[in-house]
């Protein structure tokens, strides 16, 4: 069955520092992979997302995310962090099935 | 506006009685799922309709029950809640599978003492 893991539950930067959220998952073949951000009190909403081809992916708000099949990888970064980020940050996978299997989940704090 | 929408937003009930959360998409999407969030694991799949009257089990089904009657709807039933069962829910729907981007509702929160 497909596993996804994100490293470190808690993360903090300070405002306009690099963001840095990592994310591996299990399958041998290459998944779908979904990034969504979760703000306090609201449900969760599409960040970017990697099917095929370009390995690199834009997404909202400045975030991007690369595809790396030989680390099994799929890393969130954004060059400056913004205090507007702060919120929690799910890393997705799918494979051929119906079902999403989501990692535990990242809360991003951004320190003034 | 393209929605999902989720009722109650808050529950808090008892031990063994009936509830049901209604969800409920204005986007005319196949896929259908309902998921519960807990503290350090993340979202985890309860249930997850393909399309009207068809409707599977996924990563913890146990203690709920699904119904897809109509496209729009698709409530989550839980016929004797127990403690176990305080989560926060979320519904989500897609155009017809997991592939595509899930568009999530507000959540409903339950408390069941």
């Known amino acids: 069955a497909q596993s996804v893991t994100q490293l470190g539950s808690h993360v903090s930067v300070s405002e306009g520092a690099l963001v840095l959220l990592r994310c591996n998952y299990s399958?041998?073949?290459?998944?779908?992979l979904f990034w969504y951000v979760q703000y306090p009190n609201q449900g969760l909403q599409l960040l970017l997302k990697y099917t095929t081809g370009a390995t690199l992916v834009k997404g909202i708000n400045g975030f991007e995310a690369e595809f790396k099949k030989s680390e099994t990888s799929f890393h969130l970064t954004k060059p400056s962090a913004h205090m507007s980020d702060a919120a929690e940050y799910f890393c997705a996978a799918n494979n051929a099935g119906n079902m999403l299997t989501f990692g535990g989940g990242t809360r991003l704090m951004v320190k003034p | 506006e393209a929605q999902v929408t989720q009722n109650p937003r808050y529950l808090i009930t008892v031990t063994g009685k009936k509830l049901t959360v209604t969800c409920s998409q204005n986007?005319?999407?196949?896929?259908m799922s309902w998921y519960r969030q807990d503290p350090g694991l993340g979202l985890r799949q309860i249930y997850y309709s393909m399309n009207v009257e068809v409707t599977d089990k996924g990563d913890v089904p146990e203690g709920y029950k699904v119904s897809r009657k109509e496209k729009r709807n698709f409530p989550l039933i839980l016929e004797s809640p127990s403690p176990n069962q305080t989560s926060l829910y979320f519904c989500?729907?897609?155009?017809?599978?997991?592939?595509?981007?899930?568009?999530f509702g507000p959540g409903t929160r339950l408390l069941v003492l």
């Open positions: 989500a729907s897609s155009l017809s599978g997991t592939r595509e981007t899930q568009y």
């Open positions: 399958s041998s073949v290459p998944p779908y």
């Open positions: 986007m005319n999407h196949e896929y």
